[in-house]
């Protein structure tokens, strides 16, 4: 029990640097503007044509995206700049506590910080469709138009229609922010891993390299660049979804009874076993890692 108190203290001085940190403030402002851009099509979509939205369905169809979920989760690179979160208290804690304790507050830390960016998305989206919602747990006639006509297709937004006959859109949007969490999670470990192990550059680096992954590996860009059939592009598609990190964090690249794509219940497990190896390795390599603090005299 002292361990865990111990380990919520770490986190709880890192939540306390946020007090006028300009970086904190840069992210989240940067976030609004993101989500403000990708979700305005949406509501302009449905001024248009003079219909209503449920209020988080802006969040469904522009984070139901394997681009939007990765230029949001690029954000949290500036908010993890300072990783792994090395301060002036931190030799107070390394005194009082073991390296292994430390680095479980630094994950809780990571844990809620994410929870509490991808909120902020799913709130700000709201907030720029709220004028013209409701909060009824039904799809809209703007859905219906986006996921059962090619209005969806022109102005590019991932209305699937097995999405919005499978589950309401508290549940689609409970999912996604799940599947945001994971992903973005994952993507926070592996900078982690990799700064503990080669140094900031090597994590910032090792953050690219996984989105570019992930990037490259999505069916469109799969298509295109070998020129596939459309025999050939489904049988891509499956294996690029059960390969592809970014595309287990999206939500229509997943099996609602139609064919061989994984379900929620398997990308949930993969995701927890490679943030779990990942922070496992982490847990070893701290045990040698060189504390350099700013400030003060010789490592820790």
């Known amino acids: 029990m002292k361990k865990i108190k111990q ?10 640097q946020w007090h006028r940190n300009p970086r ?29 939205t449920q209020l988080l369905e802006p969040f469904i169809w522009t984070f139901g995206d394997s681009d939007s979920i990765l230029l949001a989760s690029l954000l949290l690179v500036f908010l993890f700049s300072d990783m792994p979160f090395l301060s002036s208290g931190t030799p107070f804690y390394l005194m009082r506590t073991s390296r292994s304790v430390w680095l479980i507050g630094q994950a809780i830390y990571i844990v809620g910080a994410t929870s509490l960016y991808l909120l902020f998305v799913m709130l700000s989206t709201a ?28 102005i590019a937004v991932p209305a699937a229609q097995k999405a919005m006959e499978m589950v309401t859109p508290y549940e689609c949007a409970a999912n996604i922010l799940l599947l945001m969490l994971l ?22 680096v090792s953050v690219f390299g996984f ?10 860009t799969i298509k295109t660049m070998l020129k596939l059939s459309e025999q050939e592009s489904y049988v891509a598609n499956i294996i690029v979804g059960w ?5 287990h964090a ?15 219940g398997d990308t949930l497990v993969i995701f927890a076993l490679l943030i ?17 603090f700013t400030g003060t005299e010789g490592n820790t």
């Open 7 to 16: 380990a919520f203290s770490v986190a709880g001085y890192n939540f306390r």
């Open 24 to 52: 904190v403030v840069i992210t989240f402002v940067l976030a609004f503007i993101l989500c403000f851009l990708l979700s305005n099509k949406v509501v302009l979509f449905a001024r248009r044509y003079g219909t209503t």
């Open 127 to 154: 907030f720029v469709c709220m004028e013209n919602s409701f909060i009824g747990n039904l799809w809209s006639p703007t859905a219906v138009m986006l996921g059962f006509s090619d209005a969806g297709k022109a």
């Open 183 to 204: 992903y973005s999670l994952l993507m926070a470990f592996i900078m982690l891993l990799f700064h503990l192990w080669k140094g900031q550059l090597a994590g910032m």
């Open 211 to 220: 989105s570019l992954f992930g990037f490259l590996l999505s069916p469109d």
């Open 243 to 247: 390969v592809s990190p970014l595309n």
């Open 250 to 264: 999206t939500f229509h690249m997943h099996n609602f009874g139609y064919d061989n794509l994984p379900r929620m």
């Open 276 to 292: 779990a190896l990942c922070f496992g390795i982490s847990l070893m390599l701290v045990r040698n890692y060189s504390f350099i």
